[in-house]
Nanobody, 114 residues
């Protein structure tokens, strides 16, 4: 099982980024998937979750209306579109299965700063 996140970077407040997660080694379409983030000195936080077919999504209150989680089961890919980014969104972002958690990938750093 492997999860590889990408797409992070440095962005100004109000900017946008699109994160990607390439999954392999398991039947991606059979799992509810989530994005998590961990800011310096803080616990890892669940950010967004998407159902197996992609028809249902849930978000932590702090990102509702700004972030959109999506998936492409044919490509074994998970995405997180992040708009109107704020400095408090700065963190390392990870993807993982919502249950039967796999080994964590290296994550992708998102830094929101002017």
């Amino acid at each position: 099982v492997q999860l590889v996140e990408s797409g992070g970077g440095l962005v100004q407040p109000g900017g946008s980024l699109r994160l990607s997660c390439a999954a392999s080694g398991f039947t991606f379409s059979s799992y509810v998937m989530s994005w998590y983030r961990q800011a310096p000195g803080k616990e890892r936080e669940l950010v967004a979750t998407i159902s197996r077919p992609g028809s249902n999504t849930n978000y932590v209150d702090s990102v509702k209306g700004r972030f959109t989680i999506s998936r492409d089961n044919a490509k074994n890919m998970l995405y997180l579109q992040m708009n109107s980014l704020k400095p408090e969104d700065t963190a390392v972002y990870y993807c993982n299965r919502r249950s039967s958690e796999a080994a964590w990938g290296q994550g992708t750093q998102v830094t929101v700063s002017s």
